[in-house]
């Protein structure tokens, strides 16, 4: 038997996007403040209710592009003085042919930077999935749990069922 100050889990499952938009909203009305939603799909409108932030991930892919493309120029620059060959009196070091290196470097780079941003920000590997989670929500269903003291969860049930929840499981 839990203890009565025990925190409660409130699950949801929802058939459709714009009910999981309904929900959303009613509780943030309702100022319920532990609120997680989960997604088959990434949804738009889902996202926007909930406040979804911008992904840091972009800045990872500029920093490593900007990286790829100088390490491209710096890599046939210096190879190219380190190891001079001189053709028909052209510039040693010249910039047009290298243009094809920094080019597919910038390209490995930013590749490389969005992998490691991708698993740093979704903490990947996960080896132990989180108690609240429902396969459900990864095949068809869209889901909302909420952790919630023992006198919210009644309010906080009725709310997701007029929502238009499929299921709601007080835990």
Not at 73 to 89: K, N, Q
Request: net charge neutral; glycine share 10%.
């Amino acid at each position: 038997m839990a203890p009565a100050g025990a925190r409660r889990r409130v699950t949801a499952l929802f058939d459709e996007p714009h009910a999981v938009v309904h929900a959303i909203e009613q509780l943030r009305k309702q100022r319920v403040g532990d609120v997680t939603v989960y997604s088959p799909i990434p949804e738009p409108d889902v996202i926007e209710a909930t406040g979804g932030e911008v992904s840091i991930v972009r800045r990872y892919a500029l920093l490593g592009g900007i990286v790829g493309c100088l390490s491209g120029f710096a890599l046939t620059l210096w190879s190219s003085y380190a190891y001079p060959l001189v053709t028909g009196g052209k510039p040693i070091g010249s910039i047009p042919p290298y243009v094809i290196i920094a080019f597919e470097l910038t390209i490995l780079f930013t590749g490389i930077a969005c992998i490691v941003a991708l698993s740093l920000h979704n903490r990947m590997p996960r080896l132990r999935l989180r108690d609240d989670f429902d396969p459900r929500f990864t095949g068809d269903r869209f889901g909302i749990v909420v952790q919630c003291g023992p006198a919210e969860a009644p309010g906080i049930e009725r709310t997701l069922r007029e929502a238009g929840a499929v299921e709601v499981r007080v835990g």
